[in-house]
Antibody
Framework: EVQLLESGGGLVQPGGSLRLSCTVS????????MSWVRQAPGKGLEWVST?????YYADSVQGRFIISRDNSKSTLHLQMNSLRGEDTGLYFC?????????????WGPGTLVTVSS | EIVLTQSPATLSLSPGERATLSCRAS??????IAWYQQRPGQAPRLLIW???NRATGIPAKFSGSWSGTDFTLTISSLEPEDFAVYYC?????????FGGGTKVE
């Protein structure tokens, strides 16, 4: 069974930084592209970033967020800098179907990020 | 950016009824649409990929179809656990985008 578990969320002031992590088990981590998707409170889903054969970011986070992975630890990271109130939300990591991308096959339960003074 | 417009925003139905959800893409997405179900307090779950293929473990009551830039998710007979929010998503081009969702209540 594939399992994903995010961590690292919390309360941070505007302009601050936070590093999210997602540990994955039940599959060969290095064989799959990975993504972050977020959901503002009471709102819909918003794609944030994907790490596959390339690295992709939503315009809203480009230049502020950095996605990375440690295949030896089956872990995905999201370094979030210069945080804004509109970054508040539940952050999901998602495993994609192949190394080059595909669909969001499996999701973690999410970690909550709150940006507020 | 490819915009996905889902309709209706809310669908009010009873158990046993048929649900038909729509997703319209602003540009040709070549059939690269997926549907996800999100129950309250849970992560989304992949239901349908490439417009009409059921994901592993998804029951046959869920089906997807498409014509041009119009995509449809059909739930043949609603059960209590099907009352949730449904999102479509495209992977034809970056940025990846989701529709605004349809709540089935």
């Amino acid at each position: 069974e594939v399992q994903l578990l995010e961590s690292g969320g919390g309360l941070v002031q505007p302009g601050g930084s936070l590093r999210l992590s997602c540990t994955v088990s039940g599959l060969t981590f290095s064989d799959h592209a990975m993504s972050w998707v977020r959901q503002a409170p009471g709102k819909g889903l918003e794609w944030v970033s994907t790490l596959s054969v390339g690295t992709y970011y939503a315009d809203s986070v480009q230049g502020r967020f950095i996605i990375s992975r440690d295949n030896s630890k089956s872990t995905l990271h999201l370094q979030m800098n210069s945080l804004r109130g509109e970054d508040t939300g539940l952050y999901f990591c998602a495993q994609m179907g192949s190394a080059w991308g595909g669909w969001f096959n499996n999701w973690g339960p999410g970690t909550l990020v709150t940006v507020s003074s | 950016e490819i915009v996905l417009t889902q309709s209706p925003a809310t669908l009010s139905l009873s158990p046993g009824e048929r649900a038909t959800l729509s997703c319209r893409a602003s540009h040709d997405v070549h059939g690269y649409i997926a549907w996800y179900q999100q129950r309250p307090g849970q992560a989304p779950r992949l239901l349908i990929w490439d417009a009409s293929n059921r994901a592993t473990g998804i029951p046959a009551k869920f089906s997807g179809s498409w014509s041009g830039t119009d995509f449809t998710l059909t739930i043949s007979s609603l059960e209590p656990e099907d009352f949730a929010v449904y999102y479509c998503q495209q992977r034809s081009d970056w940025p990846l985008t989701f529709g605004g969702g349809t709540k089935v209540e």
